[in-house]
């Protein structure tokens, strides 16, 4: 069975879906959009247009949907879309909280269609590249790792700014990195998280947060993002007790392993004088002492998702994305805004 894909919502997801997706051997078949410029842009592409989900859903060349309306609709068009029979992929977030996602799943389990949720930035290079280090103990035993996302652009834009249709970046960017840092290590359990979200320049969404997980491995993970830090940070870092890796850029493998050149048995025997002040333990090291070496070469191809999903309609592979996944990152969302109203870390798992 081949994927006959209709595209509900055919903003700029929906077209960006419709783009790629036959790259992945998908036939983009139809697509929905209550605006009808948009439906004529679908049809200018040789897409048969409708100007409803309703009227999508009816066309019996669709076997598999895409949602990507806004957050908050994806709970009420799955649910239409597994009752008309059609295998349902949405967009992240799948939905607004647990409760809504096993809504979505009993739907489908009922229908006797195949749900998930297109989680694309698990083909993400940057990303790959620190699993990579941790899955191969390239730095050793990892004891931190920081993943950040910052802009400079500032302002939330267009229904993203809306509580009310689930907007704000946590639902937009937070869902991503929280479930990169769960499929990095997925057999880690979140033993607590600490969240400080804030409204810089929005008074109705967040634009900004930091979260910070402890996990039971003994890894301490932070999250930050911000769309208005004018000075970026590093997309990554990881430290471990073998070398310490960077990765400066979303999406790309822009950065360097450092490791000990001489490994110190014990502190200079004398303080050094530096410019902070006397200091032995934060004195700078002797040439050599830092050597650098490059990044592993990592292969990604995010049509992988499409062709998983395809395999698994026709029962030749397990699903990537996985909706007990989905839900256990929207319970570590729900445990960061806890956090961020009381003040407290959570425990958690």
């Known amino acids: 069975m081949d994927i006959r894909l209709g595209i509900i919502g055919f903003g700029g997801m929906g077209k960006y879906h419709a783009s790629i997706a036959p790259e992945g051997g998908v036939k983009v078949v139809a697509a929905a959009d209550i605006l009808p410029e948009r439906v004529k842009e679908a049809e200018d ?31 009420e068009i799955g649910i239409k879309a597994a009752k008309a029979g059609k295998h349902v992929i949405s967009e992240k977030p799948c939905a607004l909280n647990v409760a809504e996602v096993e809504e979505m799943e009993a739907a489908c389990k009922e229908a006797g269609v195949h749900f998930t949720v297109h989680q694309n930035r698990r083909w993400d290079k940057d990303m790959l590249t620190v699993k990579y280090a941790f899955d191969n103990k390239l730095l050793g035993n990892i004891f931190t790792i920081e993943s950040t996302l910052h802009s400079g652009n500032g302002y939330v834009h267009e229904w993203h700014l809306y509580k009310k249709f689930g ?18 290590m997925p057999d880690a359990k979140v033993k607590s998280v600490y969240a400080d979200i804030k409204n810089i320049l929005h008074e109705e969404v967040d634009d900004y947060f930091k979260i910070i997980m ?6 301490t993970c932070q999250i930050e993002l911000g769309t208005y830090i004018l000075k970026y940070q590093p997309r990554w870092l990881a430290a471990g007790d073998k070398g310490t890796m960077v990765v400066q850029s979303l999406g790309r493998q822009d950065g360097r ?29 002797p040439p050599g002492g830092i050597v650098e070496e490059e990044l592993p070469a990592i292969q990604t191809d995010v049509l ?46």
């Open 304 to 349: 992988d998702f499409y062709r998983n999903f395809r395999d698994v309609l026709n029962g030749e592979a397990e699903q990537l994305v996985k909706i007990s996944e989905v839900k256990r990152v929207l319970s570590v969302m729900a445990a960061a805004w806890k956090s961020a109203e009381t003040g407290e870390a959570i425990s958690f798992e």
């Open 214 to 219: 402890k996990m039971d491995n003994g890894i």
């Open 45 to 75: 592409q040789g897409i048969t247009g409708y100007h409803s989900a309703e009227e999508l859903l009816a066309d019996e060349s669709v076997n598999t949907v895409i949602l990507t309306v806004p957050n908050y609709l994806h709970k």
């Open 167 to 184: 907007g704000g970046m946590m639902y937009d960017w937070g869902v991503h990195l929280i479930d990169q840092i769960l499929f990095m």
């Open 257 to 285: 392993i450092y490791r000990t050149g001489k490994v110190l048995e014990k502190l200079p025997p004398q303080i050094a004088e530096t410019e902070a002040g006397p200091t032995r333990q934060f004195a700078p090291l």
